[in-house]
């Protein structure tokens, strides 16, 4: 009898540890799941995340074009004679190029505040007007906007930061930033 008994109670234990160890392997397997699972969300967070910032650099882009396209619509026209003087000529060179390193310069600059702005700030908007620039960010902390300010005015291509409102809104610091950029003509 005791022998039945001991081959019974080794048979449930042999049961036991056989559930056992699938449930042991199904857990392992729901883990690896979940890993897998958040790779895949975090790779398609990141994609949409790229293409949001790459459709703002076009949208900047695109207003720098219309930007330049106005300045240089806008120039002087030179006098209407049969020839041309080599001085008018190199005149109106100068002014382009100076337009385009203007450009160039505007563009390395928005580039600049994205690559200092901390991870946990983000610019909603920046919108330029001749030498001015307004940026719109916002941050969950005041004290992460007080940072990304701090190395705003650490940019030697910034000039002055003119003006600076902050509010606390729907649990975010949101903050506009005015400043003047280029380089100094003394």
């Known amino acids: 009898m005791s022998k039945v008994k001991n081959i019974k109670i080794n048979l449930l ?6 559930e056992r160890e699938e449930r042991k392997k199904i ?6 799941a979940a890993l897998v699972f958040l790779l895949v969300t975090g790779v398609y967070i990141m994609d949409f995340y790229n293409e949001v910032r790459l459709n703002s650099l076009k949208a900047i882009n695109q207003d ?7 300045i240089s619509s806008s120039a002087p026209a ?13 005149q109106r060179k100068k002014l382009l190029t100076s337009l385009e390193k203007e450009k160039i310069e ?18 909603s908007e920046i919108q330029v007007s001749n030498d001015d620039l307004t940026l719109h960010a916002y941050a969950a902390e005041q004290l992460v906007l007080i940072e990304f300010l701090a190395k705003l005015e650490e940019n030697p291509r910034i000039k002055e930061i003119s003006q600076v409102d ?3 809104a729907a649990g975010e610091f949101k903050c506009s930033i005015s400043l003047r950029w280029g380089e100094d003509s003394e």
């Open 64 to 70: 720098l074009e219309t930007r330049y396209q106005q």
């Open 13 to 18: 234990y042999y049961k036991f540890e056989k």
């Open 78 to 90: 030179a006098p209407r004679v049969v020839y041309e003087d080599m001085a008018s000529i190199e």
């Open 27 to 32: 857990i392992e397997y729901g883990w690896y």
């Open 166 to 168: 902050s509010q606390f």
């Open 106 to 123: 505007c563009s390395t600059l928005i580039e600049e505040i994205y690559t200092t702005a901390l991870p946990e700030v983000i610019i």
